[in-house]
């Protein structure tokens, strides 16, 4: 027998939850944003149970998104770069009501529903990584697995936006506290880094993962085989960036061997908070790298040589400070 249950959160959205128990079959519980739809959820579940078996002339009605999900998690998120992050998000997923529906029972007002729970958990970011999970699954299912669903149920569920990007600047009186508070920090690799960043542009990851066989002090380059968008590239390091490197211990596998990607995340936040600065995160120094490249007259092409940027709509947002040089050179 279904039961029902009308829920209101804080900001006054509905939500019907409902659940269906009967002897000889598991409990099933899910939610909808409208009591209708949980009917027809629950008229659809009740019939299979009075046949005694779901149908089988479709297996994805008797196939879970959770079961997909699961699959995807063990055979091919393990295969990506970043498999880590991918698979704690596959784990988030699987702890949703909407994991428990069948392929067929999954709809777009269902997904649509659980993304606008999750907007108000979240960034809109996270969002669109989960949706990309789930899109990826659910194609992997239909044209590898063998599951006959006639179409994704997210290509008609409105992608959230992101937000805008950052646009925080690093001010030179900025700069001079973060160095100053450097002095009372525990680990002494945090100074260099803070400078390598804001003179190579390179990102947190890629800093503390850069191996001293991928530096040539004679061609004044930094190596990164493997970086964000899964490509290589040849950073050029400018004389100060030389200096950083050399001031190191070389005995070492990495350059930056006293951090990892935690602490120096962990460690810029308490300093930030040590020196008074508001709003400042480690990779707004990428950002500010990049500005001040393009304040210094390089041009696009440069610029990407350096950022790793790999199309000029990527760049775009920087276009403007080089519009300012242009104006006052117009006089």
Known sequence: MAT???NTDKSGKVAWQVKIRR?????????FPTKVQAQEWARRI????????HPTN????????GDILIRYRNEVAPTHRGAKHEIQRISQLLREPMSECTLAELTPGIIAHWRDARLRTVAPGSVLREMTILRSAIKRARNEWGIDLRECPLSRVTKPKERPHRERRVSATEEALLYEGCRKARNPYLRPAIEFALQTAMRQGEIVSLEWRNVDLERRTARLPITKNGRSRVVPLSTRAIQIIRSLPDDTERVFEGFSTYSVKHAFVRLVARVKLHDLHFH???HEAI???VERGLNVMEVASVSGHQTMQMLKRYTHLRAEDVALKLG
């Open 4 to 6: 029902f249950v009308k």
């Open 291 to 293: 500005s001040r490249l």
């Open 46 to 53: 009740e019939a299979d149970m009075d046949t005694a078996a």
């Open 23 to 31: 002897k000889g079959f598991p409990p099933r519980t899910m939610t």
């Open 58 to 65: 479709n297996n994805a009605e008797h196939t879970t998104l």
């Open 284 to 286: 707004d120094l990428r």
